[in-house]
């Protein structure tokens, strides 16, 4: 399995339009962060999860080929924002785009991209085949996946595990049994917005604190505010088995 991050940035992304800071000035590229996606290659599939505002330049960016399906962790538009831009996929993959949601989510895809839903469509709208999610694992062309419930504030979101991998974006709780089901990850990957506390992200204490009870061999870090600081001086702070993801990073 390859996974690529295609962003690591929160909601408004860095640089953040007009901030003066310096991260935002910073002239190191893993300081620079799309809104959080990930891509996950299997044998024979291509999963994205979360299609944000960045989707378009993330897909030529790293000259994505080919997707089988997207799955969303929730509706907030740092997340849902690119995907009227699945047209390309469709056009060139002769058939609609399969999308995995729960159904809140799907609720607010369909207002948000009312057009797509329309009794009477215009003619070349995205083209989409809506497959409803629940907290229970479920299998794309023999994948399995399985969904694991997270609280961001109020909002139930999911998370992802496929095998030893586990994605996590959007977060700030998570009930014991639900982190039951990621124990025994290899690689975790864990929203962390900044080292000061947050409503709706786990922090970076926060963040760090979980992956101990996880103990995963590798935790990666994403949905990084400016706030976090420099990218190559935070990460000096890291516990060994932790580190900062960055946009284009991949692992195996
Ligand atoms: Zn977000
Ligand atoms: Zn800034
Ligand atoms: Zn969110």
Redesign the pocket.
């Known amino acids: 399995m390859k996974i690529t991050f295609l962003g690591t940035g929160t ?1 408004q992304g860095v640089p953040v339009i007009l901030c003066k800071c310096e991260v935002c000035q910073s002239p190191d590229s893993r300081d620079k962060r799309l809104r959080a996606s990930i891509m996950i290659e299997t044998d024979s599939q291509t999963f994205i999860i979360d299609t944000g505002p960045d989707f378009r330049q993330q897909m030529l960016k790293y000259k994505v080929q080919n997707v089988d399906a997207i799955l969303f ?2 509706e ?1 538009k ?2 849902i924002a690119g995907l009227d831009d699945i047209r390309a996929f469709n056009y060139v993959q002769k058939r609609p785009m399969d999308i995995y949601a729960e159904e809140r989510v799907q609720e607010a895809l369909k207002r948000e991209y009312a057009y797509v839903f329309a009794e009477f469509k215009y003619p070349g709208i995205p083209e989409m085949n809506m497959h409803l999610i629940e907290n229970k694992p479920f299998s794309i062309h023999g994948t399995k996946i399985i969904p694991i419930r997270a609280l ?1 504030y109020r ?1 139930p ?1 999911f998370g992802f595990r496929i095998g030893d991998f586990t994605y996590i ?2 977060a700030n709780f998570i009930e014991n049994n639900e982190l039951e089901k990621i124990k025994g990850s290899k690689i975790l990957v864990l929203n962390a917005l900044r080292k000061k506390k947050h409503i ?2 786990y922090n970076l204490d926060e963040a760090l604190a979980l992956i101990e009870i996880i103990k995963p061999e590798q935790a990666y870090l994403t949905h990084i505010s400016h706030m976090m600081g420099f990218h190559e001086q935070v990460e000096k702070e890291l516990p060994q088995n932790v580190k900062f993801a960055y946009d284009g990073m991949v692992i195996w």
Do not use: E, G
């Open positions: 909601s962790t929730h907030h740092d997340h961001h909002l979101i974006t959007d709706s992200h």
